[in-house]
C-alpha cells in the first residue's frame, strides 16, 4: 500500500513538472507571423498595467482580435528589482503580473513581455544577465505567451568585456546568450514565442532559427516617419530565403496611427509589412484610434497576404525610379503583386506602366485590389497612377 502511494505520488509529480518543449513544438507557436500589439511604439517607458489592460479591451472591442491580433506585449519598463533570492519584482507601474495576465487571457488573448540577456535592459531596467532560467519560469509560472529579448547592454558589458575587438568571440557570445533563454524558455514546457532583437547584426537571420528563434529583428529601431520606413524595407531585400513557417524576419513593429503618418503611408507601411510576411504587431494608441486607421488594420485581404499559409516572404521584383514592384508567391498559386511609389515626387514617373514579364506573368490578369475591394485586371504596360508614398496592392488567384 505505502509502494503504491509512494509511486502514485512520483506519477503525480511527473505530471505536474511540464515536459521540455521539442523545437518541433517551439516552432508550432508561430506557423505564421506573430500578431498583436506591442507597448513600445506609443507608450514607451510610460506604460502601465492600465495601459496594457485598456489596449486588450480595444483589440477586442475594435474587432482587431476577431482580424487576428493576438498577442498583447508589454516591451521595456516594467521592471523591478531583484530580491535577496535573486526573484525579480515587477515596479510599481505593474502591481502583479500574474492578475494582468490573467486579464489578457481572460479576453481570449495572449500576453508577452521583454528582457535581455544584458545587466540592464535598453531603457535601464533590470536584464536576465545570471538569472535566465530563474526569469524563463517566473514568466511561465505567470502564464507569459511571448518573450522579446533584447540585446542592448549584454554588448558594452559582456561582448565587449570579454572579447574586446575580438568579433567572432563577441558573435559567439551573443548566440550562447540567446541560446540559454531559449533552452531556459523551452525547459518550462509552456509554448513562447521567443523573438530575438538585436538589430539585425551578425547576420542574425542565419543562425537564430537554428536556436529557436520564431522572429528576429532585422534592422534598429523603426519610427513614425516615412524615411525610415523605406529605408526598414530597403533593407529587407534579399532575406527572403530566411523566413518561413516557425521563424520570421522581423523588420520591427507597425507605426499603423502614430506620428504624422499619413493615410497613404499608413496604407504602404501596412501592406509592405504584409508583403514581407512581418509580424504584425500594432504599435498605436488603441483607445484613441481613429476609424481610417481601424480600417487599416482590420483589412483581412491585406491581412491573409501576411498570414499567408505557404509562408514565402515577398521580393522585389523590380524597381523603375520611385516606383517599385513587389510580388509575393501565395498558398494554392495565388500572387500578391504591390506597387509602390516611394517617392516624394510622383511627376518623376508619371504614370508608371507595368512590366508584366518582370513580374514572370503573360497577358492580361483578374484579380482584387486588396485597398478598393474592387475587381481589377492587370495588363502589360498599363499606366498605374499612384500618389506619392502610396500603394497598389492586388491579389491574384490564378495567374498566368
Ligand atoms: C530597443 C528595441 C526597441 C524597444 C526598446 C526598449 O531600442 O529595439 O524595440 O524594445 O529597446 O527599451
Redesign the pocket.
Known sequence: MRIFASLSIAALALALIPAAQTPAQAQAVAQTPPMGWNS?NYFFGKVTDKDIRDSADQIVATGMKDAGYVYVNI??TWEGKRDANGVLQTNEKFPDMKALADYVHSKGLKIGI?SGPGPK???GYEGSLGHEEQDAKMYAEWGIDYL?Y?L?SFHEAVMEKQAPNDKAAQMRLMIAAYEKMDKALKATGRPIVFSL?Q?GWDAVWEWAPALGGNLW?TTD?INPHWDRIYAILEQQDGLAKYAGPGHWNDP?MLEVGNGKLSLAENRSHFSMWAMLAAPLLAGNDLPHMKPEINAILTNRDVIAIDQDMLGKQGTRAYSDGEVEVWTRHLARGALAVAVLDAGDNRFSTHPFHLDMAKLGLHGPQAGKDLWTGKPITLTDQMPIEIASHDILLVRIAAPK
Request: aromatic fraction near 20%; charged fraction near 45%; glycine fraction near 0%.
Open positions: 513600445w516591451d521595456d521583454y535592459t535598453c531603457a522579446k533584447d542592448c532583437c538589430y529583428r529601431d520591427d
